[in-house]
């Protein structure tokens, strides 16, 4: 078990941050915070790009607890969530039985990616509203309603803050430039069957996972009336709790088994800073905006709004 969570942990962390990364996409398009009751909604689609070195992560056996490489490596790069190695990585576990000094040894071939080919992409997408309450302060709302694919079933939800700083300053509507604040935050529920990709016999098997995540960005956009340009600098940071519930027939050796209940729980904790440029085309109550956020998992985000005020 212990050599189980410490493997889950270096498998899921890539998708972890990943999925944390992307659902901090698409917050703001623009520093200019609403007037009292403006109200925009706004569809939004965005694709995180994974790059090589994501698909795998070094993983080391611990030769104290009987684990090792077949071929007798101690540390390999094998595949995460998110991508596959070629050939399959074998690893063998030997246990001994302490009362005859006999051992056993069986093959254990390591996972790879839950699709079983390398990920490109994590796509997402929200729908989001936002309306203005105070001076120089919009409210900021997004959901993923839960849906169900394929047995897994996922939905996010978040809540936000924008403030316009330059509201306050005299004459602010002969300023070019509007700079504003976000913080934002967002929790995503997944879960699904795991019996069909876990051959082994058991009761009620699935994983499950709860991620929330927080968004702080310095944001500025130009005051133009069609065409305008924005950008933003931020810190993310986040949480991602996974786990392997139900009961599992584990084989202990010698003709033995065991019953193990919910066998794996693993925390992975993700932060950095990323960068955002895009543009926003405003028609009357319609528009469009397009941007590309620069961070550990590079991403393109699309929206459309209807606003009004």
């Known amino acids: 078990l212990e050599d189980s969570n410490r493997f889950a942990k270096g498998y899921l962390q890539p998708g972890a941050e990943a999925v944390i990364h992307s659902m901090n996409n698409g917050w703001f398009s623009s520093a200019e915070a609403k007037p009292l009751l403006g109200f925009e909604i706004s569809f939004i689609g965005n694709v995180a790009m994974v790059d090589d070195s994501k698909r795998t992560f070094a993983f080391t056996a611990d030769g104290s607890t009987g684990l090792s490489y077949q071929d007798g490596s101690i540390t390999k790069n094998v595949a995460s969530v998110l991508g596959t190695v070629s050939p399959d ?7 001994t039985d302490p009362t005859t000094g006999l051992s056993e040894t069986v093959e254990i ?50 809540v936000g803050v924008q403030h316009e700083f330059t509201k306050w300053l005299p004459a602010d509507r ?9 913080v934002a935050y967002s929790h995503l529920t997944a879960n699904y069957d795991a019996s069909d ?113």
Do not use: C
Not at 271 to 276: D, I, K, L, M, Y
């Open 109 to 158: 071939i390591l996972p790879e990616s839950l699709i079983s080919k390398d990920v490109q992409n994590i796509p997402s997408g929200f729908l989001q509203a936002s309306v203005g309450v105070l001076k120089g302060t919009e409210l900021k709302a997004r959901i993923l309603p839960q849906i169900e694919i394929n047995d897994r079933q996922f939905g996010v939800f978040g």
């Open 197 to 309: 990709v876990i051959h082994v016999d058991g009761t009620n098997q699935r994983f499950e996972n709860k991620t929330n995540t927080m968004l702080y960005e310095a944001i500025f956009s130009t005051k133009l009336p069609v065409i305008n340009f924005y950008g933003g600098v931020g810190y993310v940071t986040g949480t991602s709790k996974s786990y392997l519930k139900g009961s599992y027939v584990v084989y202990e050796g010698f003709g033995v088994s065991a019953v193990v209940e919910d066998p794996i729980s693993v925390n992975n904790k993700v932060n950095g800073v990323r960068a955002t440029l895009g543009t926003r085309l405003k028609l009357g109550f319609f528009r469009l905006n397009a941007d590309y956020t620069f961070a550990d998992f590079n991403s393109a985000t699309v929206g459309v709004s209807f606003g009004f005020r």
């Open 89 to 95: 990585v074998v690893m063998e576990y030997t246990v």
């Open 174 to 182: 002969l300023w070019p430039v509007a700079i504003s604040g976000l």
